[in-house]
């Protein structure tokens, strides 16, 4: 089955404690980002992957590392968790970048206290 | 600045009506505009999308509109049923970029 997997569905952690959120798809899709979703502001690109070894930033990457070193995997990195950083993260793969429908996994709700 | 305006935020609708969501996009080079459903639970869907060269394209009860010069395109949604109240994100691909832009979202609540 064609899909964008993210782990862990659900994480509490504390500040200053690094942690990595996988994603992974089996599509051999090009394009790969990164999402956090919060009330009333939608969906807020971090990170995005046009290739291997090939990402930049979105419009909120503040505090956030990505890599890409293989196509299928896309981890997103907090170095040092901050409380502004709760919120839902989606990770999201497309056959290109340019015009093709967006995959979307189901979601990493982040919890810093 | 790079900015998708979604309106309303919150529409409630009669089961069987018509349900409109208008998005305005900043880039006038931009040529892919998709929508996407978000139902409880899940991570967003497309439902439909549209290009620049099209101005109206409809999926069965779904339709898009796209006004390039004014810079609008719009979600139609028609005979609406339970199973469309979900939140609904419109999006512009940015042309001069890689970026991807979402709007804020719309939750779409059908009565019965």
């Known amino acids: 089955e064609a899909q964008v997997t993210q782990n862990p569905r659900y994480l509490i952690t504390v500040t200053g404690k690094k942690l990595t959120v996988t994603c992974s798809q089996n599509?051999?899709?090009?394009?790969m980002s990164w999402y956090r979703q919060d009330p009333g502001l939608g969906l807020r690109q971090i990170y995005y992957?046009?290739?291997?070894?090939?990402?930049d930033k979105g419009d909120v990457p503040e505090g956030y590392k990505v890599s890409r070193k293989e196509k299928r995997n896309f981890p997103l990195i907090l170095e040092s968790p901050s409380p502004n950083q709760t919120s839902l993260y989606f990770c999201?793969?497309?056959?290109?970048?340019?015009?093709?429908?967006?995959?979307f996994g189901q979601g990493t709700r982040l919890t810093v206290v | 600045g790079e900015n998708v305006e979604q309106h309303p935020s919150t529409l409630s609708v009669q089961e069987g009506d018509s349900a409109v969501i208008k998005c305005t996009y900043s880039d006038s080079a931009s040529n892919y505009f998709p929508w996407y459903k978000q139902e409880l639970g899940k991570g967003p869907q497309l439902i439909i999308d549209?290009?620049?060269?099209?101005g109206e394209k409809k999926d069965q009860r779904i339709a898009v509109t796209l006004n390039k010069t004014a810079k609008h395109f719009s979600l139609h949604i028609t005979e609406t049923q339970p199973e469309d109240s979900a939140v609904y994100f419109c999006a512009e691909e940015m042309n001069r970029d890689d970026k991807i832009i979402f709007g804020k979202g719309t939750r779409l609540h059908i009565l019965p």
């Open positions: 992957s046009m290739n291997v070894e090939v990402t």
């Open positions: 999201a793969s497309s056959l290109f970048r340019r015009g093709t429908e967006a995959f």
């Open positions: 549209i290009r620049s060269n099209v």
């Open positions: 599509m051999n899709h090009e394009y």
